[in-house]
Nanobody, 114 residues
Framework: QVQLVESGGGLVQPGGSLSLSCAAS????????MGWYRQAPGKEREVVAR???????FYRDSVKGRFTLSGDSDKKMVFLQMTNLKREDTALYYC????????WGQGTQVTVAF
C-alpha cells in the first residue's frame, strides 16, 4: 500500500511564502515522475510543477520564477517552495508520485488572503 503525506500549507498574505513537503511510503518502485498539482474551488485539478521522467522540472507558466520544485526520488520526497504568493494561488495542493500508476496525497490547503 502506498501512502503520501503532505504538510506545509496554511494561510499567508499576498507576497508571502510557504513551503510544502510530501513524503511517500510503501511500494513505489521505479519513480518515473513526481510533483505537485492543485485544485481551486469550482476548477479542475491542474499541474503546478513536476519532474519529468528525465528529471527536468516543469512549471506551469503562472508560477515560473516564483515556485521552486525539489525532491529526492531515493527518499521518496518532493518539496515545493512558493514565494511571492498571489490570491490566485489559493487552492488545495496535492503531491503526486508516478511509477506505473498515479499516487496522490490527501491535499494540503494553501490560502492567500489578507
Amino acid at each position: 500500500q502506498v501512502q503520501l503525506v503532505e504538510s506545509g500549507g496554511g494561510l499567508v498574505q499576498p507576497g508571502g511564502s510557504l513551503s510544502l513537503s510530501c513524503a511517500a511510503s510503501g511500494n513505489i518502485f521505479t519513480i518515473k515522475g513526481m510533483g505537485w498539482y492543485r485544485q481551486a474551488p469550482g476548477k479542475e485539478r491542474e499541474v503546478v510543477a513536476r519532474f519529468t521522467r528525465n528529471g527536468t522540472p516543469f512549471y506551469r507558466d503562472s508560477v515560473k520564477g516564483r515556485f521552486t520544485l525539489s525532491g529526492d526520488s531515493d527518499k521518496k520526497m518532493v518539496f515545493l517552495q512558493m514565494t511571492n504568493l498571489k490570491r490566485e494561488d489559493t487552492a488545495l495542493y496535492y503531491c503526486n508520485f508516478y511509477d506505473s500508476k498515479d499516487y496522490w496525497g490527501q491535499g494540503t490547503q494553501v490560502t492567500v488572503a489578507f
